[in-house]
């Protein structure tokens, strides 16, 4: 990126960096808290939830299991980053029948009076710190408090290697106004809520007793009691359509809406998957708590299960060294075959941890231990 980039896009740089990329680099020593098996012995897991233990409202539990992580064998949209296949074993767990709502988040800024990342001055001080040395700094017209938002009027686009053509910064864009000022969420209690940082999603789960889901549990989740599936559904990709919102047409300048909804759509318009979790592939992506290693799997004893595995123990990525990035799953409406195909359960992107933008939200989940130390 030149500098006259960095001035006219500097947000674009801190969000989008690697949102869309697929390249691979030197591997990363194993998690080191991730516990292997003998392979001679099935994995000590906690497989079905206590009769004594009350499943939250609102959410499900998702059975032990050990299940198929990565590309599948069959996956023709499958990426470097997504490979080697292994194994993974992990306990049972919580976990929200949907995204976080509107509705819910605004209960928690109600009662915390808590203000998003979004929502806050820029500080140039701080931000220079994850920018190359020497970077101008903006007009202060530019580092104005706002969130990243897709370009519905994009008509054409000269290269689909440059996403700055269909993202744009938009000032005031938080979660009240997904697509800035004079936007709201008036009616709109059952949509995911969007233009939250990692940090946001954070103080949203101590104020509930929640916690992010690994990237592993995700996987699991959406298996439902599946181990080895591409989809939320299986394997057919004929029914994407009417399982999941994505993009549908000419990405990113004309969406069809075969399946009824031309961005983003209220939670649980679409099936459910086999335990019934909605919106696990498609909608709007969803944060993990795992930070992103480009070739986390590569570095991966693939011969032995491993264990509730919580991701790499060191951030990588070449595209993007200045920021720490998190693992984000499931894809979004965005999605689509001739792009990113990210609708896919294998699926891994990773975005910074200050970055928001209106197709990135989030379900929380519970371990069996935080149900138990609040009663």
């Not at 080191?32 to 409202?57: D, Q």
């Not at 990237?215 to 057919?236: H, K, L």
């Not at 999605?335 to 896919?344: I, K, P, Q």
Request: aromatic share 12%; net charge neutral; proline share 6%.
């Amino acid at each position: 990126m030149n500098t006259k980039f960095l001035l006219k896009n500097v947000f674009l740089l801190l969000a989008l960096i690697l949102v869309f990329s697929c390249k691979n680099e030197k591997p990363l020593e194993n998690n080191s808290t991730s516990k292997n098996t003998n392979k001679e012995n099935e994995p000590s897991i906690l497989v079905e939830k206590p009769n004594n233990i009350e499943t939250p409202k609102g959410m499900v539990w998702v059975k032990g299991k050990t299940f198929t992580q990565g590309a599948k064998a069959t996956d023709n949209f499958a990426m470097p980053r997504e490979k080697p296949t292994h194994q993974v074993s992990v306990d049972g767990f919580f976990i929200d029948v949907t995204e976080v709502t509107n509705k819910q988040f605004k209960a928690f800024v109600n009662a915390t009076k808590y203000i998003t990342v979004a929502e806050r001055p820029i500080d140039w001080e701080v931000m220079k710190k994850e920018l190359p040395e020497g970077t101008p700094k903006p007009h202060d017209s530019v580092l104005q408090p706002g969130s990243l938002v897709f370009n519905k009027e994009v008509n054409a686009v000269v290269s689909m290697n440059n996403y700055t053509q269909w993202w744009t910064w938009k000032t005031g864009a938080n979660w009240k106004q997904p697509y800035g000022k004079g936007s709201s969420i008036k009616g709109k209690n059952n949509y995911p809520v969007v233009h939250v940082a990692f940090e946001d999603a954070l103080a949203y789960c101590k104020w509930a007793n929640r916690r992010l889901p690994t990237e592993a549990e995700w996987e699991s989740a959406a298996q439902g009691d599946n181990t080895n599936a591409i989809f939320t559904w299986g394997n057919n990709t004929e029914v994407l359509n009417n399982n999941a919102n994505t993009w549908q047409g000419k990405f990113p300048t004309y969406n069809e809406s075969t399946d009824g909804y031309r961005y983003i759509a209220p939670t649980k318009s679409y099936p459910a998957n086999s335990i019934g979790l909605y919106d696990m592939l498609g909608n709007v992506w969803e944060w993990t708590s795992d930070v992103y290693n480009a070739n986390y799997y590569k570095d991966l004893d693939t011969s032995i299960p491993t264990i509730n595995p919580t991701g790499a123990t060191e951030y990588y990525n070449p595209q993007n060294p200045y920021q720490i990035e998190m693992v984000m799953k499931g894809g979004s409406y965005l999605c689509h075959d001739s792009y990113c195909a990210s609708f896919r359960i294998s699926a891994r992107m990773s975005t910074s941890r200050d970055s928001g933008s209106d197709h990135l939200g989030f379900r929380t989940v519970a371990s069996l231990n935080m149900i138990e130390n609040k009663k």
